[in-house]
């Protein structure tokens, strides 16, 4: 089992930053693929990042690639998402997963545990 609560969330201008930060509870934290995905109000839950068990390969929407820098410290069963260039389209909801054996990391149905979220919104 393992419990996931995420921090760092805030009102920001447009062009600002936020951190995102997600502790994790447990023992295996390095065994998990960790995932961050958003939900606009009135829209579906979408992708943002993932970061293989080893953090050696991150994965990116194409909306924030370029933007948005996953990272993981494993000592710390921590998991970060730098936000640089926020946009008012970034303004979400934004959620932390933990999946075992994650293939389709892009897909919610492939994360075991989630955390409550934590609320970005980017004023213009």
């Known amino acids: 089992q393992v419990q996931l609560v995420e921090s760092g969330g805030g009102l920001v201008q447009a062009g600002g930053s936020l951190r995102l930060s997600c502790a994790a509870s447990?023992?295996?934290?390095?065994?998990?693929?960790m995932g961050w995905f958003r939900q606009a109000p009135g829209k579906e839950r979408e992708f943002v990042a993932a970061?293989?068990?080893?953090?050696?390969?991150?994965y990116y929407a194409d909306s924030v690639k370029g933007r948005f820098t996953i990272s993981r410290d494993n000592a710390k069963n921590t998991v970060y998402l730098q936000m640089n260039s926020l946009k008012p389209e970034d303004t979400a909801l934004y959620y932390c997963?933990?999946?075992?054996?994650?293939?389709?990391?892009?897909?919610?149905?492939?994360?075991?545990?989630w955390g409550q979220g934590t609320q970005v919104t980017v004023s213009s």
């Open positions: 997963a933990a999946g075992g054996g994650v293939v389709f990391y892009w897909r919610d149905s492939s994360y075991n545990y």
């Open positions: 447990g023992r295996t934290f390095s065994s998990y693929t």
């Open positions: 970061l293989t068990r080893g953090g050696a390969t991150p």
